[in-house]
C-alpha cells in the first residue's frame, strides 16, 4: 500500500503534483516556524529579524524542492526569478485581500478566505515558473531579440 503511494505521489499526474505542491508548502511552513523559534528563543534575535532569517531559509528551501521534487525541473535563475515574482504577487495578494475580508469576517478569520483564493493562484504561478519552455533556459528555450 505504502509504495503505491509513494509510486503515485511520484507520478506525472496533475493531483500528484498539487499534492507535492502542498507537501512542500506545509513542510516549509513548518521550517520557517522552526527556524524562527529557534533565533528567537535559543538564539535571542529579535522577532522581526527571525521573521525574516526564517522567511529567507524557508523561501529558499521552498525553491528547490518546488524544482526537484514538485515540478521535476532543472533549478536556474528564470526560474528562480519567476518563482521570486510569483511569490511577491502573493504577497501582494494576501495582504490586499485580507485588508478586505477583515472587514467582512473580521480581522481574526480574514487570512482564511485570503488563502483560499491566493493558494490555488500561487500554485498555477509557480507552475508556470517550472513548467513554462520559456523559463528553461539553455538551448532549448527561444531566445526574444528585439525584432519579434
Known amino acids: 500500500m505504502t509504495s503505491g503511494l509513494f509510486r503515485w505521489l511520484n507520478g506525472n499526474s496533475r493531483k500528484a503534483e498539487v499534492l507535492r505542491f502542498a507537501i512542500v508548502g506545509g513542510l516549509c511552513t513548518v521550517l520557517q516556524y522552526g527556524i524562527y523559534v529557534v533565533f ?9 529579524i527571525a521573521t525574516m532569517i526564517s522567511y529567507a531559509l524557508s523561501f529558499l528551501v ?24 510569483s511569490h511577491l504577487i502573493n504577497m501582494g495578494m494576501q495582504t490586499g485581500l485580507v485588508a478586505i475580508f477583515k472587514g467582512i469576517v473580521g480581522k481574526t478569520l480574514a487570512l482564511l478566505p485570503a488563502l483560499a483564493i ?6 498555477l504561478m509557480v507552475r508556470f515558473a517550472f513548467k513554462s519552455s520559456s523559463l528553461a533556459g539553455g538551448h532549448n528555450s527561444r531566445k526574444i531579440s528585439v525584432n519579434d
Open 40 to 48: 528567537v528563543h535559543a538564539v535571542g534575535v529579535p522577532a522581526v
Open 62 to 85: 521552498n525553491f528547490f524542492l518546488s524544482s526537484l521534487f514538485t515540478f521535476k525541473s532543472k533549478a536556474n535563475a528564470r526560474r528562480g526569478a519567476a518563482f521570486t515574482l
Open 118 to 123: 491566493c493558494v490555488p493562484l500561487n500554485y
